[in-house]
């Protein structure tokens, strides 16, 4: 979930990208939310890469996680430092190949990187939503994918592709449209939040909450909430690294000293990468984003929403071909959790397949260069593709 | 593709499957009898494999395959799912085989399973003459390092598909060379001189 990670390989990119945005339900249209709310005009903020072929029948969605955007890849400008967030899997020749795939990504609704969020100013009101923006899910988002997807006249799509919270709308899609989807690639996710992974949110959130610049989620004429933001992402950061990762990355390693100081700076390594993270993250983060994104997860139950509890029950609605991918080290979405999806999918029968790769990075893993999920990728998009000839 | 150009005992299992089939492979491997059944006679296929190196293999060339262990991972599917469930030369390796071979039948079909034969006449020598645990090119390993905890011969298979209440519809004793890709039948006294035992078996 750390997008952005400073993982870039080089070699070849799609080169320069556009961010775009697509705006509906615009008056007298609402988009009315799974809350029973309903809120509009609605703006995705999208990218799309590689040629979309006469047949329409090679579109790849892909899905970003938490506190990722819909610069997927390439550059926006030939002087940026870096490129979208998985350019390492995006791109011609990679692992998701730019020259065979038109590979669509857009921001999640509730996020703050062009797509209608807390941050957006309420037509209604003149003023910014702040926490009077409905409280969205994880199926709203995918709703809004799908309006996007009617506007770009793609009706099936080869594959939905994501990782985390993104893996979550992966499975979200497969299960609410279940005809446009004839393949999908869960990476390091979940059908349902642990307690662990919801105590973490909640901690993330109360961080934000008792910064008393929040205000309620009414500080955008003011000074913003850095500091709950902050600590947020650092909580966010040890759910995504793992106990061997710090231990190699870091171990007791003090930054810029020999000895230790008997103070209260950032003496050890680790704190110092936690205290850098979080600083990155509030120049480009929305702190009600992070509430409404976090909260969006905890909520996301797919046995409850489409099984009446059942996971199996659940996946009875999919028709998608499966590649499920967990990560030894991802102790916020361990492996138990991918093989009880692939359970549920085989006792309908569901074309799946799973692999577990052995990674020591943590939850982080997904977004990190690794050629077995590069040719993973590649070969179970090739066969599904085949399948169409 | 040939039938020539999987190795040998995998083109006689090969040989055996109707096209159009679906079929499962415990202990698939890197794929290659699933990948050729697929191209060839058009099966819908699943593979069960515990290398994640080997998965990956797999899912390049395009085929359904779980990383996990095949006693567990058998059991999730409902039954009569497959027409056919093969155990490929890893029945030996089994640590319980009667359970498994009763899950084959619960989920397919028909089961075929392959192993090397334990009755081969150099096996049978090697015990005799030097007094020591055999080590052959089809059981390469020592006693202390194999994987192969429950050697058998084609005879001892016989024995147990009575005693199991399987049925054996189909039934190939080979002799293979080094590199097991090229082998021929054994038609004269198979339990002493086949290297490999193949069997299509059934429920009565």
């Known amino acids: 979930m750390s997008e952005y990670t400073d993982s870039s390989r080089p070699g070849r990119t799609v080169g320069l990208v556009e961010k775009k945005t697509f705006t509906f339900a615009g008056p007298p249209d609402r988009l009315r939310l799974e809350s029973g709310a309903e809120i509009g005009p609605v703006t995705l903020a999208y990218e799309t890469c590689g040629t979309l072929n006469p047949d329409k029948t090679n579109a790849v969605l892909v899905l970003h996680a938490l506190s990722g955007d819909s610069h997927v890849a390439g550059y926006y400008d030939p002087k940026d430092a870096k490129p979208g967030w998985w350019d390492i899997m995006v791109g011609p020749g990679k692992g998701i190949d730019t020259d065979q795939y038109f590979v669509i990504c857009s921001n999640i609704i509730g ?4 797509s209608t969020g807390p941050a957006s100013v309420n037509p209604e009101t003149g003023k910014e939503y702040g926490t009077r923006f409905p409280v969205v899910t994880i199926g709203d988002m995918v709703e809004a994918q799908k309006a996007l997807l009617d506007h770009l006249g793609i009706d099936t799509l ?7 919270v993104g893996g979550m709308q992966v499975l979200e899609w497969c299960a609410r449209f279940p005809e446009r989807v004839r393949s999908a690639v869960p990476l390091a996710t979940t059908s349902r939040h642990s307690a662990l992974a919801i105590a973490f949110n909640e901690v993330a959130r109360q961080a934000i909450m008792a910064d008393p610049n929040w205000n309620e989620g009414h500080y955008y004429s003011g000074k913003k909430p850095d500091m709950g933001l902050a600590i947020a992402r650092m909580i966010g950061h040890i759910t995504y690294l793992s106990d061997e990762s710090m231990r190699l990355k870091f171990g007791r390693k003090l930054q810029n000293r020999s000895a230790l100081s008997f103070e209260f700076g950032a003496e050890f390594q680790v704190e110092s990468y936690l205290q850098y993270q979080g600083k990155k993250f509030i120049e480009r983060f929305d702190a009600n984003s992070f509430l409404y994104i976090t909260k969006a997860a905890d909520y996301f139950d797919l046995a409850r929403q489409y099984g009446s509890g059942s996971l199996v029950k659940a996946f009875s609605r999919c028709r998608a071909k499966f590649l499920v991918v967990s990560y030894t080290s991802d102790w916020l979405y361990p492996t ?10 085989k006792k309908n029968d569901l074309d799946v397949s799973f692999c577990e790769i052995d990674a020591q990075w943590g939850h982080d893993a997904f977004l990190l260069p690794n050629e077995r999920l590069d040719h993973l990728m590649a070969g179970f998009l090739k066969g599904v593709s085949d399948e169409i000839e | 593709m040939k039938l020539s150009d999987l190795r040998y005992d995998l083109s006689i299992i090969a040989s055996w499957i109707e096209p159009g089939s679906r079929v499962l492979e415990l202990g698939c491997g890197e794929g290659d009898l699933l990948h050729w059944l697929k191209k060839e006679k058009a099966v819908k296929e699943r593979g069960i494999e515990i290398q994640e190196s080997k998965v990956e293999k797999c899912i390049e060339k395009g085929i359904s395959v779980l990383q996990g262990d095949i ?3 058998i059991e999730d599917y409902p039954d009569n799912t497959f027409d056919y469930a093969i155990c490929s030369q890893t029945l030996q390796q089994v640590f319980e085989p009667r359970g498994l ?6 989920v397919a079909k028909k089961g075929v399973v392959s192993f090397p034969n334990f009755g081969h006449y150099r096996v049978r020598m090697q015990l005799a003459l030097t007094g020591r645990a055999p080590v052959t090119k089809e059981l390469p390993y020592s006693w202390h390092d194999t994987p192969n905890i429950r050697v058998l011969s084609l005879l001892d298979f016989k024995k147990f598909t009575e005693d199991a209440g399987v049925k054996i519809f189909k039934q190939a004793a080979i002799n293979t060379k080094g590199n097991q890709r090229q082998g021929r039948r054994v038609t004269v006294l198979p339990n002493l001189f086949a290297t490999y035992g193949i069997f299509l078996i059934g429920k009565e």
């Open chain 2, 101 to 106: 071979i009763h899950s084959m039948m619960r």
């Open chain 1, 158 to 164: 080869l594959s939905v592709i994501g990782g985390s």
């Open chain 1, 111 to 114: 996020s703050c990187c062009g």
């Open chain 1, 336 to 345: 138990y959790q991918s093989r009880e999806m692939v359970k549920a999918m």
């Open chain 2, 71 to 73: 006693n567990e991972e």
